[in-house]
C-alpha cells in the first residue's frame, strides 16, 4: 500500500452535499486507496454490529428461557399444593362422614333388632292389665321403661300420636273411624307405634284417622309444619 503524496482535501468533499463519495474520490489521488479504507471501516463496523445484536439476541433469549421455566416450575408447585389440599379436604370429609354413617348404621341395625322386644314387652303388659296381674305388670313395665329410655339417650324418638293430625312421612293409616268432632285426618288410635332417629323414620306408626269432621284451618296446619 503506497501513501498519498499529495494530501486530499475534505473542504471540497464535505461541501459536495449530493454526492460526498464521488467527490471524495476524485479529490484524492490515490481514490483506490480511500475506497479500501472504507470497505474495511463498513466491514468492521458491520461485524461490531453483528457481533452486539447477537450477543444481546443470546442473552434476551436465555432470559426469557430462564423465566420461563421458573414460571412453569412455580405453576406446576402451585398446581401440586392446589391438588394436594384438595385430596386432604376431600379425605378428611369422606372420613368424617363414613364414620357418622357407620355409627349411624350400627345404632339403627340395633334399634331395628329392639323393635320386636318392644312389642312384646307392650302385648305383655297388656295381657298383664287386662288378667289383673299386678306384679307380674310392674316389673314388665319398669324393664320397658328402661329399655326405652335407653334408647332415647341413643337418639330413638317414639312415634306416639294419639290425637294428632297425620303424618304421611311418619304415619301409615290402616283404617277410618268416623269422628265428626275431630278434625277431617286425625289419628285416633295407634296399633304399633313408630320409631325414627334424628330426621330417618326407622318405622312408621301404624295408626287409624278420623274421618266425617272439619277441615283442619290452615293456621293450625302451618304452625304444626
Do not use: C
Not at 104 to 129: C, G, H, M, W
Request: aromatic residues 4%.
Amino acid at each position: 500500500m503506497t501513501q498519498n503524496s499529495e494530501p486530499l482535501n475534505w473542504g471540497d468533499v464535505m461541501n459536495n452535499e449530493e454526492k460526498p463519495v464521488e467527490a471524495a474520490q476524485e479529490a484524492a489521488p490515490q481514490g483506490d486507496l480511500i475506497e479500501e479504507a472504507q470497505t474495511i471501516v463498513a466491514e468492521a463496523a458491520e461485524a461490531m454490529e453483528e457481533s452486539s445484536e447477537l450477543d444481546a439476541e443470546a442473552l434476551a433469549a436465555a432470559a426469557a428461557e430462564a423465566l420461563s421455566k421458573a414460571k412453569a416450575e412455580a405453576a406446576e408447585w402451585q398446581d401440586k399444593y392446589v391438588r394436594l389440599h384438595a385430596e386432604w379436604d376431600t379425605y378428611r370429609r369422606r372420613t368424617n362422614e363414613q364414620r357418622a354413617a357407620e355409627k349411624q348404621r350400627a345404632t339403627e341395625k340395633l334399634v331395628t333388632n329392639l323393635l320386636p322386644v318392644l312389642d312384646d314387652f307392650e302385648r305383655t303388659i297388656s295381657y298383664a292389665e287386662a288378667n289383673g296381674e299386678t306384679g307380674l305388670l310392674d316389673g314388665v313395665r319398669a324393664v320397658s321403661n328402661k329399655l326405652i329410655d335407653t334408647l332415647k339417650k341413643d337418639g330413638v324418638e317414639i312415634l306416639d300420636p294419639v290425637g294428632q293430625p297425620l303424618n304421611a312421612l311418619e304415619h301409615q293409616a290402616v283404617a277410618v273411624v268416623d269422628d265428626p268432632e275431630q278434625f277431617e285426618e286425625t289419628v285416633a288410635q295407634v296399633y304399633q307405634k313408630g320409631y325414627k332417629m334424628g330426621s330417618k323414620v326407622l318405622r312408621s306408626a301404624m295408626v287409624t284417622v278420623t274421618t266425617g269432621g272439619p277441615k283442619r284451618p290452615k293456621e293450625e296446619q302451618a304452625d304444626e309444619e
